[in-house]
């Protein structure tokens, strides 16, 4: 039986000790303030201060504002609760007289006036004592039965979401649940006779202790997420900054590209106008040369042999095909109708070369004016047509490509729509010649905009936009 009575001790006492550590983790926990204690910096405590000093004002100022509207709404009950008592009707009638006067005024002084807002535990502490004293002087002159002082229950509550210390949060709750009962009691002597009055005590301490408890964790809570939404505001400052700075040098990065795409086509066009030159001054020169041997060769033939000059003839025709199409070549090369008529002339010369040398119908529409655009911007913007038709030749299989180039809204839009096979994107991205990613180089160097769509069966779309900042030329088409 002594073993029995050791061992249920035993499990008594440990029942006991996890109890008292389950009840201790569970208060540190609760109460834990180790956040705001480890990261919170002098600077952090001193603009919290100035936080809940406002949020408190805020506070106060909406329960006064409440309490005042609440006492005039019901101020109208009295007709039917005093009915049978003038006396009664005239205190509760003076008492919500006062109490809207004393609401009012510490709205408007804590609203208008920074000293209130500086000092608000001692405002709070003004208005709480007065304000029990005189609501327990008139309780006891109200000739109905019972004890009143429950009405006062619900006081201690006020203070649960105003932040402060926890030792100012005791003093504030245990007047705003003292100042009224206390009052009533000295007035009222008799109710200290009454058999509920332990009742009555315990029912004040719960929302004391409700008040004091949640409200201190309601400081801690506060003190978190002022800390955190401050650290995330610095982290988002900080991540602005850094978006601030990589943009800045992206942009530079893509205005160096775009400055590097622009001197490489200044260095290709520039080879081929070389090219042209050289092309020129030889290919010419023997040109020439054959043509004046071809001429002497048809006039000695003419004199002894019919059939070798009728041969010569077709020669000579052969030859002139070869000459146009040299100059067709020089011309593409070095595609001075650009520059000596516009763009605008160097696109229908293009358009009507090619529709000569095969079957396709090109349908072109162009703008009235010549647009403002830059040397290197008309020849950017020819190369990009004659590219997108040179594609069309030889990958298509297209009958029909409409060509549209405006102006609209100081942008120049370019739109070249062909009816041929089309063709998946992975495709595209190896056409010949320079294809899709010479064209979109050409336009990102002019700022603009680059946008394809194309499918297997349903033609190939190209469209765009060159933003316009120089002005008007004047003269028309």
């Not at 309780?139 to 004890?147: K, M, T």
Request: hydrophobic share 45%; proline share 4%.
């Amino acid at each position: 039986m002594t073993g029995m009575k050791k061992e249920d001790h035993a499990l008594e006492s440990q029942i006991f000790t996890k109890m008292k550590d389950l009840f201790v983790n569970w208060t540190h926990s609760f109460f834990d303030d180790s956040y705001w204690k480890n990261n919170a910096t002098e600077n952090d405590q001193k603009r919290f201060t100035a936080h809940a000093n406002e949020f408190n004002a805020q506070f106060l100022r909406i329960i006064t504002l409440l309490l005042a509207i609440s006492t005039i709404l019901w101020w109208p009950l009295d007709l039917f609760i005093f009915r049978q008592s003038s006396i009664s009707f005239r205190a509760f009638l003076a008492w919500r007289v006062g109490f809207v006067l004393i609401a009012t005024s510490s709205y408007l002084l804590v609203t208008h006036n920074s000293w209130f807002r500086k000092h608000l535990f001692l405002v709070c502490l003004v208005m709480i004592v007065p304000g029990g004293m005189v609501l327990g002087y008139f309780i006891p002159r109200i000739e109905l039965g019972g004890v009143w002082p429950y009405g006062g229950l619900p006081m201690p509550l006020l203070s649960v979401l105003y932040l402060t210390t926890l030792r100012r949060r005791i003093i504030l709750t245990l007047l705003l649940a003292t100042s009224y009962p206390v009052t009533y009691f000295l007035l009222h002597p008799k109710g200290l006779q009454y058999e509920m009055i332990a009742f009555f005590g315990g029912l004040f301490l719960l929302p004391v202790l409700l008040s004091v408890l949640a409200g201190h964790k309601f400081m801690i809570m506060t003190k978190q997420q002022f800390l955190q939404e401050d650290r995330m505001q610095d982290a988002t400052a900080k991540l602005a900054m850094f978006n601030k700075v990589l943009v800045s040098r992206v942009n530079d990065q893509t205005r160096a590209l775009q400055e590097i795409a622009q001197q490489t086509e200044r260095v290709r066009e520039g080879e081929r106008a070389s090219l042209a030159q050289e092309l020129h001054d030889h290919l010419g020169q023997l040109l020439t040369g054959m043509r004046f041997e071809l001429d002497l060769a048809k006039m000695q033939a003419a004199e002894t042999n019919d059939a070798l000059a009728i041969n010569l003839k077709g020669l000579e025709l052969l030859l002139g095909d070869i000459t146009e199409t040299v100059r067709d070549v020089l011309t593409m090369l070095r595609p001075k109708i650009v520059t000596q008529s516009g763009v605008l002339a160097a696109l229908r010369w293009l358009v009507e070369t090619i529709q000569q040398r095969s079957t396709l119908k090109i349908s072109i529409s162009l703008p009235e004016n010549e647009p403002p655009l830059t040397k290197d911007q008309a020849i950017a913007l020819f190369r990009i047509v004659q590219e997108s038709l040179t594609n069309v030749l030889k990958h298509a299989k297209a009958e029909a490509v409409k060509i549209v180039l405006l102006e609209q809204n100081q942008q120049l839009l370019l739109s070249i729509q062909d009816n041929g096979q089309g063709c998946a994107s992975h495709n595209a991205q190896h056409s010949t010649g320079f294809g899709l990613s010479g064209m979109r180089e050409r336009v990102q160097s002019m700022q603009g905009m680059f946008e394809w769509e194309s499918k297997p069966g349903d033609g190939t779309h190209i469209l765009m936009t060159i933003p316009l900042s120089l002005p008007a030329h004047p003269n028309k088409r």
